[in-house]
């Protein structure tokens, strides 16, 4: 074990070594380790053999050297306590556990060296030439009074004997103890009274509480108090902390930069050095605007300093921005900046921009900055738009402006000044009417159009010939067979004595004639009828397709989709809108099924996926186009009489104008309400009720099944179907519809676009008039992502997928 050895030298000064600077030097000159404050410049080595220290002097020495006051002419051995003596020098040497004590003093003068004054007169009576006899010193017998040498000898003897019971007694009564330490220390002290005494690796100490000290360079000081009761070996565990590293930062750019070890803080600079624990790290150097920097270290620590450059990169990028006309106001993330022209730093990631400017309309965009990756934007801005109040006769017509649905009459609606518009109002049984239009900016117009009622023939036969014949109320004669009427819905009512009426519904068409005919049965009998009409819904019930579709009816209301800013999973294309709904619809309460599309396209096949096969009679029909869906919404319409709600544009279709009820895609607006607000007293995040993930089976989604095929699953979430399952196998939302979210994504009727404020901008909106892919909406078997399972994403293709389909929608 090592030693330690303190020596105070005579000015008060101390010098601090180990072992392993022995031998030492004492004497009076400059290169000597205890020094002398005179006498010869070496006097004497002080060495160690087998851990017993010794003293050897110099040869011709030119004074004397003493040792516990005798001549000291040879080597000696060393003890706690002995005194080493030259000149005026006197050296006291101590040992208390592993460290070695040796303090310089100098001595008072001798009697020798002090003058030696004699009485000035002899005593009286003395005669120092006579006979001195009388006055000879008086013997004194040894046996009546010892001498001093005699009783000191006693003394010591019986000391001896007290010291030698004590320390029997000492041994009979001591304890063991026995300390572990890890790593090996410098010093281990106890400290106590009684004392302790070390034996070999071991202490022995009487019961009772002691303080122990370990010291090693480079660790924790360690001090705790030992408890040694009277068992047969107490032992006591001490295990040291190395002293924290420092760590040392070359930082550029160098001023208030964050050090982080994980996600705790261990300082700022300046300084540039700062205390760190032992082991490994994961640092993190940051300062504002300033992308991180990351890197590995592992501490030494005991008090070691470890060394670190870091060139932080900027965290921003010179993004410009321009506008027609200039001088619009920028505002980022709601933040005014400037006017245009303008260029400024701005943090990576992601950004909302406006602009504004007096008589235009707001601009706003979403950019992503990249750092270090400058950019430009100009913005064209459109003048403030004009103000258009439609009303019409009859009322209820529907509005069309540049060929895009806007609404029924009466209606107001803003439109973009200084552009020339086309406006068509259009209803059943009249005949369509138009205007054209150029607005200033801010300008507000009221505009009243009258629509020329049209005719249509029916010609009607009833059996029997003579039955009553009721048009909306209105009476016929049975022999007025040949009937005009407005090209609109009409309620005919046949009755004859005897027989069951028939209440049918018929549509005359402009430009054709209908032969209708109507059998009535006896009351004992069945109503057969020979007329083909369109199949219309009640509001507030359902109605049956002829695909077998069960639709359900809906009467919206307004509200806002997307998502909040700081909703998790929200993608930058969720912004949220209000969107005001009027116009109630029908939906399908499940997708469409392979079975229901083959009797429409009987080649149709969904493939497999993994080894599990898609193409089962009510999985979801997949693997099938926008345009696919729309052929067989088309398809269904003219099964059943109705007008197609779709026309052939080139490749693709376009709303037959005015929009009709025939089958049709549900709008992105009707699709969300129905899957987040119907019946719901706010608007759902998730197709479950709760937090992601799901803690119950609502919905099938990528689970533990599909594992082996798909990349990301949800962990420990077991919906037993590795791909799509059969509809309506979970259950439904609150508004009763099945499969809104999981199980596949859904065909929306609208052209997909990132900026959702066309959603906003008219009631009951159709979404934007062009673009390349449509929107899908609700999450399939693919999904596992709180992303994607949030019924706020919006996804969006061209072309057919195998985790896509679609369900059903009309008007009433």
């Given at each position: 074990?090592?030693?330690?050895?303190?020596?105070?030298?005579?000015?008060?000064?101390?010098?601090?070594?180990?072992?392993?600077?022995?031998?030492?030097?004492?004497?009076?000159?400059?290169?000597?380790?205890?020094?002398?404050?005179?006498?010869?410049?070496?006097?004497?080595?002080?060495?160690?053999?087998?851990?017993?220290?010794?003293?050897?002097?110099?040869?011709?020495?030119?004074?004397?050297?003493?040792?516990?006051?005798?001549?000291?002419?040879?080597?000696?051995?060393?003890?706690?306590?002995?005194?080493?003596?030259?000149?005026?020098?006197?050296?006291?040497?101590?040992?208390?556990?592993?460290?070695?004590?040796?303090?310089?003093?100098?001595?008072?003068?001798?009697?020798?060296?002090?003058?030696?004054?004699?009485?000035?007169?002899?005593?009286?009576?003395?005669?120092?030439?006579?006979?001195?006899?009388?006055?000879?010193?008086?013997?004194?017998?040894?046996?009546?009074?010892?001498?001093?040498?005699?009783?000191?000898?006693?003394?010591?003897?019986?000391?001896?004997?007290?010291?030698?019971?004590?320390?029997?007694?000492?041994?009979?009564?001591?304890?063991?103890?026995?300390?572990?330490?890890?790593?090996?220390?410098?010093?281990?002290?106890?400290?106590?009274?009684?004392?302790?005494?070390?034996?070999?690796?071991?202490?022995?100490?009487?019961?009772?509480?002691?303080?122990?000290?370990?010291?090693?360079?480079?660790?924790?000081?360690?001090?705790?108090?030992?408890?040694?009761?009277?068992?047969?070996?107490?032992?006591?565990?001490?295990?040291?902390?190395?002293?924290?590293?420092?760590?040392?930062?070359?930082?550029?750019?160098?001023?208030?930069?964050?050090?982080?070890?994980?996600?705790?803080?261990?300082?700022?600079?300046?300084?540039?050095?700062?205390?760190?624990?032992?082991?490994?790290?994961?640092?993190?150097?940051?300062?504002?605007?300033?992308?991180?920097?990351?890197?590995?270290?592992?501490?030494?620590?005991?008090?070691?300093?470890?060394?670190?450059?870091?060139?932080?990169?900027?965290?921003?990028?010179?993004?410009?921005?321009?506008?027609?006309?200039?001088?619009?106001?920028?505002?980022?993330?709601?933040?005014?900046?400037?006017?245009?022209?303008?260029?400024?730093?701005?943090?990576?990631?992601?950004?909302?921009?406006?602009?504004?400017?007096?008589?235009?309309?707001?601009?706003?965009?979403?950019?992503?900055?990249?750092?270090?990756?400058?950019?430009?934007?100009?913005?064209?801005?459109?003048?403030?738009?004009?103000?258009?109040?439609?009303?019409?006769?009859?009322?209820?017509?529907?509005?069309?402006?540049?060929?895009?649905?806007?609404?029924?009459?009466?209606?107001?609606?803003?439109?973009?000044?200084?552009?020339?518009?086309?406006?068509?109002?259009?209803?059943?049984?009249?005949?369509?009417?138009?205007?054209?239009?150029?607005?200033?900016?801010?300008?507000?117009?009221?505009?009243?159009?009258?629509?020329?009622?049209?005719?249509?023939?029916?010609?009607?036969?009833?059996?029997?010939?003579?039955?009553?014949?009721?048009?909306?109320?209105?009476?016929?004669?049975?022999?007025?067979?040949?009937?005009?009427?407005?090209?609109?819905?009409?309620?005919?009512?046949?009755?004859?004595?005897?027989?069951?009426?028939?209440?049918?519904?018929?549509?005359?068409?402009?430009?054709?004639?209908?032969?209708?005919?109507?059998?009535?049965?006896?009351?004992?009998?069945?109503?057969?009828s020979r007329s083909t009409s369109a199949s219309t819904g009640k509001p507030g019930g359902k109605i049956k397709t002829a695909g077998g579709q069960k639709l359900l009816y809906v009467q919206p209301a307004p509200f806002t989709?997307?998502?909040?800013?700081?909703?998790?999973?929200?993608?930058?294309?969720?912004?949220?809108?209000?969107?005001?709904?009027?116009?109630?619809?029908?939906?399908?309460?499940?997708?469409?099924?392979?079975?229901?599309?083959?009797?429409?396209?009987?080649?149709?096949?969904?493939?497999?996926?993994?080894?599990?096969?898609?193409?089962?009679?009510?999985?979801?029909?997949?693997?099938?186009?926008?345009?696919?869906?729309?052929?067989?919404?088309?398809?269904?319409?003219?099964?059943?009489?109705?007008?197609?709600?779709?026309?052939?544009?080139?490749?693709?279709?376009?709303?037959?104008?005015?929009?009709?009820?025939?089958?049709?895609?549900?709008?992105?607006?009707?699709?969300?309400?129905?899957?987040?607000?119907?019946?719901?007293?706010?608007?759902?995040?998730?197709?479950?009720?709760?937090?992601?993930?799901?803690?119950?089976?609502?919905?099938?989604?990528?689970?533990?099944?599909?594992?082996?095929?798909?990349?990301?699953?949800?962990?420990?979430?077991?919906?037993?179907?590795?791909?799509?399952?059969?509809?309506?196998?979970?259950?439904?939302?609150?508004?009763?519809?099945?499969?809104?979210?999981?199980?596949?994504?859904?065909?929306?009727?609208?052209?997909?676009?990132?900026?959702?404020?066309?959603?906003?901008?008219?009631?009951?909106?159709?979404?934007?008039?062009?673009?390349?892919?449509?929107?899908?909406?609700?999450?399939?078997?693919?999904?596992?992502?709180?992303?994607?399972?949030?019924?706020?994403?919006?996804?969006?293709?061209?072309?057919?997928?195998?985790?896509?389909?679609?369900?059903?929608?009309?008007?009433?």
């Amino acid at each position: 074990m090592k030693r330690f050895i303190t020596i105070q030298q005579s000015d008060g000064s101390k010098l601090h070594l180990t072992e392993a600077d022995m031998p030492l030097v004492a004497g009076s000159g400059d290169d000597v380790h205890i020094r002398f404050p005179d006498g010869p410049s070496k006097a004497a080595h002080i060495g160690d053999a087998q851990g017993h220290l010794f003293i050897q002097p110099f040869q011709g020495l030119d004074a004397p050297l003493f040792h516990n006051d005798r001549h000291l002419t040879e080597s000696a051995w060393l003890k706690s306590g002995d005194q080493i003596r030259s000149g005026h020098a006197v050296v006291h040497y101590g040992l208390r556990g592993d460290r070695l004590q040796f303090t310089v003093t100098e001595a008072e003068a001798g009697l020798s060296e002090k003058m030696l004054s004699p009485p000035n007169e002899p005593p009286a009576g003395d005669d120092p030439t006579g006979d001195d006899s009388r006055h000879l010193p008086v013997r004194i017998d040894d046996k009546t009074v010892p001498s001093t040498a005699k009783k000191i000898a006693a003394i010591i003897i019986g000391f001896s004997f007290l010291l030698i019971g004590l320390a029997a007694l000492f041994v009979l009564l001591a304890r063991p103890l026995m300390i572990d330490i890890s790593p090996e220390p410098d010093v281990v002290t106890i400290s106590g009274f009684p004392l302790c005494f070390k034996v070999g690796s071991r202490y022995l100490c009487l019961p009772g509480s002691y303080t122990a000290t370990v010291q090693k360079e480079g660790y924790q000081t360690f001090s705790g108090i030992i408890t040694v009761d009277k068992s047969a070996e107490n032992r006591f565990s001490v295990v040291l902390e190395k002293l924290p590293g420092i760590l040392s930062l070359s930082v550029t750019p160098a001023s208030e930069v964050l050090v982080y070890s994980g996600d705790q803080l261990i300082g700022t600079t300046p300084p540039n050095t700062m205390e760190i624990s032992p082991g490994h790290h994961t640092l993190k150097i940051s300062k504002e605007r300033y992308q991180p920097f990351l890197t590995e270290i592992t501490i030494a620590g005991e008090g070691k300093t470890q060394k670190i450059d870091a060139q932080l990169q900027p965290d921003w990028a010179i993004i410009s921005f321009s506008s027609v006309p200039t001088g619009a106001t920028v505002f980022i993330d709601d933040k005014q900046v400037g006017q245009t022209p303008l260029s400024l730093e701005l943090l990576s990631g992601g950004h909302e921009v406006s602009l504004t400017k007096e008589l235009f309309s707001g601009s706003s965009l979403d950019i992503v900055v990249t750092a270090g990756k400058p950019e430009a934007h100009r913005i064209k801005m459109q003048s403030l738009p004009a103000r258009l109040t439609l009303s019409s006769k009859p009322a209820q017509a529907a509005v069309s402006i540049d060929k895009e649905y806007k609404g029924i009459t009466p209606l107001t609606i803003s439109l973009s000044s200084q552009t020339e518009h086309e406006i068509v109002l259009s209803a059943p049984g009249h005949k369509s009417t138009s205007r054209v239009l150029t607005l200033r900016p801010g300008e507000e117009q009221k505009l009243s159009l009258t629509l020329k009622q049209e005719y249509g023939t029916i010609y009607l036969t009833t059996n029997p010939p003579d039955a009553s014949i009721t048009i909306n109320g209105k009476h016929y004669s049975s022999s007025q067979r040949k009937l005009s009427l407005p090209s609109q819905s009409h309620t005919v009512v046949v009755k004859a004595p005897g027989y069951k009426p028939v209440t049918r519904t018929i549509l005359p068409r402009i430009g054709f004639s209908q032969q209708i005919s109507i059998d009535l049965t006896p009351e004992t009998g069945t109503v057969s009828s020979r007329s083909t009409s369109a199949s219309t819904g009640k509001p507030g019930g359902k109605i049956k397709t002829a695909g077998g579709q069960k639709l359900l009816y809906v009467q919206p209301a307004p509200f806002t989709m997307g998502a909040s800013r700081r909703q998790p999973g929200r993608r930058a294309n969720e912004r949220e809108r209000g969107v005001i709904m009027k116009r109630s619809f029908y939906l399908s309460d499940k997708p469409v099924t392979n079975h229901q599309y083959r009797e429409f396209n009987r080649q149709h096949s969904g493939g497999a996926v993994g080894g599990y096969t898609l193409e089962g009679d009510q999985q979801p029909v997949v693997k099938i186009s926008w345009e696919d869906a729309v052929s067989y919404l088309n398809w269904l319409s003219l099964k059943e009489n109705l007008q197609p709600f779709y026309i052939k544009n080139g490749k693709t279709y376009i709303p037959a104008l005015p929009l009709t009820n025939g089958y049709r895609l549900p709008t992105e607006a009707e699709w969300a309400f129905s899957a987040r607000k119907l019946n719901s007293p706010k608007s759902m995040r998730f197709p479950w009720s709760g937090v992601f993930p799901p803690r119950t089976v609502t919905g099938n989604y990528a689970d533990e099944s599909a594992r082996t095929f798909l990349p990301t699953i949800i962990n420990g979430y077991r919906d037993a179907f590795p791909v799509s399952s059969p509809v309506g196998s979970f259950p439904p939302n609150p508004g009763g519809f099945f499969d809104m979210g999981g199980n596949i994504g859904e065909w929306c009727h609208d052209y997909y676009s990132a900026n959702t404020s066309s959603l906003q901008s008219q009631p009951d909106p159709l979404g934007s008039s062009s673009g390349t892919h449509r929107v899908i909406r609700g999450s399939s078997w693919r999904d596992a992502s709180i992303t994607e399972l949030r019924l706020s994403y919006r996804a969006y293709h061209r072309e057919s997928r195998d985790n896509v389909g679609f369900r059903v929608a009309r008007y009433p």
